[in-house]
């Protein structure tokens, strides 16, 4: 049995997704959800699904207390739902090759620190880029560098809003995101 801990920052529909494609696996459990932002709509999809779900400050994240809390959990992988805060070194050596996270576009183009949510699209809207998409990673010391796992691509047809590619690229999150994770936990991909 392999234990996910999901880290969320926003509504949660990725980590619900997530735990409603493991629910009932005999090979993969989603132990724990821990959020950031106290007033996150992942807080209240935690409770419905019944996932203990743990807020935690700035301060506790950066002295080592959140990353103790979760190897204490007997964590396998930590799968980032949405999760806006860059990843400790010391996460990163806890889990080497052991973190993943789905970006709102593909990589390396239009990522990196401050390229989350609708900035991402807008720049993607803004330039002339005629695809979007998501891309699958694993997580190192820096924002959206870490090996690429699996891209998934949608043509942009000008003039193309953020709105839209947003929408878009929700739909690729959505279908493909809960696949990629069991792949790399369960056969090893990379």
Same mark, same amino acid.
């Given at each position: 049995?392999?234990?996910?801990?999901?880290?969320?920052?926003?509504?949660?529909?990725?980590?619900?997704?997530?735990?409603?494609?493991?629910?009932?696996?005999?090979?993969?459990?989603?132990?724990?959800?821990?959020?950031?932002?106290?007033?996150?709509?992942?807080?209240?999809?935690?409770?419905?699904?019944?996932?203990?779900?743990?807020?935690?400050?700035r301060e506790s994240y950066k002295?080592?207390?959140?990353?103790?809390?979760?190897?204490?959990?007997?964590?396998?992988?930590?799968?980032?739902?949405?999760?806006?805060?860059?990843?400790?070194?010391?996460?990163?050596?806890?889990?080497?090759?052991?973190? /993943?996270? &789905? =970006?709102p576009a593909l990589l390396p183009?239009?990522? *990196? +620190?401050?390229?989350?949510?609708?900035? $991402?699209?807008?720049?993607?809207?803004?330039?002339?880029?005629?695809?979007?998409? /998501?891309? &699958? =990673?694993?997580?190192?010391?820096?924002?959206?560098? *870490? +090996?690429?796992?699996?891209?998934?691509? $949608?043509?942009?047809?000008?003039?193309?809003?953020?709105?839209?590619?947003?929408?878009?690229?929700?739909?690729?999150?959505?279908?493909?995101?809960?696949?990629?994770?069991?792949?790399?936990?369960?056969?090893?991909?990379?």
């Amino acid at each position: 049995m392999k234990n996910l801990v999901l880290f969320a920052s926003g509504s949660g529909s990725n980590a619900e997704k997530i735990i409603e494609y493991f629910k009932g696996s005999d090979q993969v459990r989603i132990t724990h959800i821990y959020c950031n932002n106290p007033s996150a709509g992942i807080i209240q999809r935690a409770e419905r699904l019944g996932v203990p779900c743990r807020v935690f400050d700035r301060e506790s994240y950066k002295n080592g207390t959140v990353l103790k809390e979760v190897q204490s959990l007997r964590t396998d992988w930590i799968i980032l739902a949405g999760f806006l805060w860059l990843i400790p070194v010391e996460f990163v050596r806890a889990f080497p090759q052991r973190i /993943v996270n &789905i =970006h709102p576009a593909l990589l390396p183009k239009f990522g *990196g +620190k401050g390229m989350y949510g609708h900035y $991402v699209h807008e720049a993607v809207s803004k330039s002339s880029a005629q695809f979007s998409g /998501v891309t &699958i =990673h694993l997580v190192n010391e820096e924002f959206d560098k *870490g +090996k690429m796992l699996a891209q998934f691509a $949608v043509a942009l047809i000008n003039p193309t809003s953020a709105l839209e590619i947003e929408g878009q690229v929700r739909a690729l999150e959505i279908a493909h995101f809960p696949s990629v994770i069991e792949s790399v936990l369960l056969n090893s991909i990379f």
